[in-house]
T-cell receptor
C-alpha cells in the first residue's frame, strides 16, 4: 500500500484565512518530505520540503510541520489567496534510490 | 531555462495503436522519472533513469510499456499496443543527483493520453 497519504480529499477556505493541509505517512526511513502544488493542466510544482531531522520549516506564506512521533506532516498556508486553489500533494523522498512517492492529494478551493 | 519539456501535450489514439511520449529534461539534470497520474491511482512512478541508465522499472505496468533514454537530452515512453485503461496523464520529471540528494523533482506539463 501507499506509504504516504492525506487525511482529507478536499478543503474549502475563505480568501484571507489560513489553510492547513494534513498528511500521514508510514515510512519512518524517509529522508525528506516535500509538498507539491498542482494546478489544473500542469505538472506538480515544488513548494517546500523538510528534512526528517527537522520539526518545522518556513517559506514564503507557507510552513511545513513534521511530527515524527505520530508520523504526521502538515502544510500551512497563510492568508490564502485565489491563486492557491490547486491540488496539494505530500511526498516522501528516501530509500537507496531516493524515489519520490506521492500521497493521494487534497483539493483546495479558495472562496472569494 | 525552459524546464522539462514534454510532447505531445495531448494524444488521442485508437486502441491497439502505438503511442510514443517524449521528454526533454532540464539541461544538466542526470535523473529522469516517468510518472502516470489517474484519478483512481494518483501519481505512480513507472520507471527512472540515472545518467541515461534505467535503474528501476518495477512500476511499469506491463510489457506493453517500454522506456528509453538514448542520451542525456531525450527520453521516450512507448506503449504498444495501447489500451483504453492506459488513458492517463503521463509526467516526466527530472532532477540533479550529486552527493547527498535533496529537493524534489521538476515536472513537465504532462501528456494527456486518451485511448479510445
Amino acid at each position: 500500500g501507499e506509504s504516504v497519504g492525506l487525511h482529507l480529499p478536499t478543503l474549502s477556505v475563505q480568501e484571507g484565512d489560513n489553510s492547513i493541509i494534513n498528511c500521514a505517512y508510514s515510512n519512518s526511513a524517509s529522508d525528506y518530505f516535500i509538498w507539491y502544488k498542482q494546478e489544473s493542466g500542469k505538472g506538480p510544482q515544488f513548494i517546500i520540503d523538510i528534512r526528517s531531522n527537522m520539526d518545522k520549516r518556513q517559506g514564503q506564506r507557507v510552513t511545513v510541520l513534521l511530527n515524527k512521533t505520530v508520523k504526521h506532516l502538515s502544510l500551512q498556508i497563510a492568508a490564502t489567496q485565489p491563486g492557491d486553489s490547486a491540488v496539494y500533494f505530500c511526498a516522501e523522498l528516501g530509500g537507496i534510490d531516493y524515489k519520490l512517492s506521492f500521497g493521494a492529494g487534497t483539493t483546495v478551493t479558495v472562496r472569494a | 531555462d525552459a524546464g522539462v519539456i514534454q510532447s505531445p501535450r495531448h494524444e488521442v489514439t485508437e486502441m491497439g495503436q502505438e503511442v510514443t511520449l517524449r521528454c526533454k529534461p532540464i539541461s544538466g539534470h542526470n535523473s529522469l522519472f516517468w510518472y502516470r497520474q489517474t484519478m483512481m491511482r494518483g501519481l505512480e512512478l513507472l520507471i527512472y533513469f540515472n545518467n541515461n541508465v534505467p535503474i528501476d522499472d518495477s512500476g511499469m505496468p506491463e510489457d506493453r510499456f517500454s522506456a528509453k533514454m538514448p542520451n542525456a537530452s531525450f527520453s521516450t515512453l512507448k506503449i504498444q499496443p495501447s489500451e483504453p485503461r492506459d488513458s492517463a496523464v503521463y509526467f516526466c520529471a527530472t532532477t540533479l543527483r550529486t552527493g547527498p540528494l535533496r529537493w524534489g523533482y521538476t515536472f513537465g506539463s504532462g501528456t494527456r493520453l486518451t485511448v479510445v
